[in-house]
Nanobody, 123 residues
Framework: QAQLVESGGGLVQAGGSLRLSCTASGRTFSSYVMGWFRQAPGKEREFVAAIRWSGGRTYYSDSVNGRFTISRDNGKNTVYLQMTSLKPEDTAAYYC????????????????WGQGTQVTVSS
């Protein structure tokens, strides 16, 4: 059974940093794209960043490009989202997801999801 488990969320002041982790297990994800999404109360889930397990190509939304960095550690089966210069509008539940083969920003196209971790940025 494939499983994605996020960790690292919390409360941080504006301008601060956090690192989220997503550990994958239960299957081989080498042909997958690993994505981070977020969802604020009353809003739709939105794409944040993604990375290919194989090759490491990265993708970012315009709202986080230059502030967030996605990376992976193949040996630990873990994907990271390093978030810097955090803003109150970054407050949301952050979800890790996996999609086979082709990159997409559309949440419904992802095959596996974690349970989410809350990030709250105070002003």
């Amino acid at each position: 059974q494939a499983q994605l488990v996020e960790s690292g969320g919390g409360l941080v002041q504006a301008g601060g940093s956090l690192r989220l982790s997503c550990t994958a297990s239960g299957r081989t994800f080498s042909s997958y794209v690993m994505g981070w999404f977020r969802q604020a109360p009353g809003k739709e889930r939105e794409f944040v960043a993604a990375i290919r397990w194989s090759g490491g190509r990265t993708y970012y939304s315009d709202s986080v490009n230059g502030r967030f960095t996605i990376s992976r550690d193949n040996g630990k089966n873990t994907v990271y989202l390093q978030m810097t210069s955090l803003k109150p509008e970054d407050t949301a539940a952050y979800y890790c997801a996996a999609k086979y083969a082709v990159f997409s920003t559309v949440p419904r196209e992802y095959d596996y999801w974690g349970q989410g971790t809350q990030v709250t940025v105070s002003s």
